[in-house]
Structure formats: structure tokens, C-alpha cells
């Protein structure tokens, strides 16, 4: 899979924690990150990971940019969403394998309640949406 944003090779990473391990996709280039909806299954037992650096969020018009999918064919383009909380994250998802992008520093911006319960929640909301 190739990065949305910057179109590098996407690197797989694997986030082990004490209940959980899995896979993401994260780009070395620009920081993004990527999730498949099938990573993410364990999403409710995981606590806290520690595997990713502080980093800054892109601008807004960066933000808005349209993005196809990694993981579909490049006609799929990535819908967005603020984050419920925090307006300035915009967080971006694929309708169609429900994927969900994060630029580097989203991920940060959205950390204090827990982001992986952040990223439950709508992956939760994705699927309803069904
Ligand atoms: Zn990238
Ligand atoms: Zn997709």
C-alpha cells in the first residue's frame, strides 16, 4: 500500500501491548497513519500504546486535501470527519473498507482520552452507518 497523502511505501508497524497485538500501517515519510477496520478488532482491550513520537498537525488546507485510499483502488477517495472533540483534527475514512487515515500529529492531538478508544468509537460509528 502506498501512503494517501505523500504516496510513499506505507511500512507496517506492529503495536504490541500487555492484551493486544496488531498491525498498522504508518508511513516514514510523512507520519501518517493508516488503519484497516481488521486491525483493529482487539480495539477494546488495548490500554495505552507508546509506540508513537509528539508530533505537529498539518494545516487546514493540508488537512482538506482529498486523499484516495491506500487499500482500495485510487477512485476510492477518503471522506473526513472532525474528531467530536477536538475541531482541528480532521480524520479521514474510507466508506468503502472503512479504513481510517490519521496525518502525523492527529494521532497526538486526539491521545488524551485514550485514542484507540477514540478510533473504536468510529470505527464503531463507521459500521453503524451500514
Ligand atoms: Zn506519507
Ligand atoms: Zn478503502
Redesign the pocket.
Given at each position: 500500500m502506498n501512503c494517501p497523502r505523500c504516496k510513499s511505501e506505507l511500512a507496517t508497524e506492529k503495536v504490541i501491548d500487555f492484551n493486544a497485538s496488531f498491525e498498522v500501517d504508518s508511513c516514514t515519510s510523512c507520519g501518517g497513519i493508516w488503519f484497516d477496520k481488521d486491525e483493529l478488532t482487539q480495539i477494546d482491550k488495548v490500554i495505552e500504546p507508546t509506540f508513537l513520537e509528539i508530533r505537529k498537525i498539518p494545516g487546514k488546507k493540508t488537512q482538506k486535501e482529498t486523499l484516495s485510499?491506500?487499500?482500495?483502488d485510487s477512485f476510492?477517495v477518503?471522506e473526513k470527519i472532525e474528531h467530536p472533540r477536538d475541531k482541528k483534527v480532521i480524520i479521514d475514512y474510507?466508506?468503502?473498507?472503512?479504513?481510517i487515515w490519521l496525518d502525523k500529529g492527529e494521532l497526538e492531538a486526539i491521545r488524551e482520552e485514550n485514542w484507540l478508544i477514540t478510533i473504536g468509537k468510529i470505527f464503531k460509528w463507521l459500521i453503524g452507518k451500514e
Open positions: 485510499c491506500p487499500s482500495c476510492q477518503l474510507c466508506p468503502s473498507c472503512k479504513g
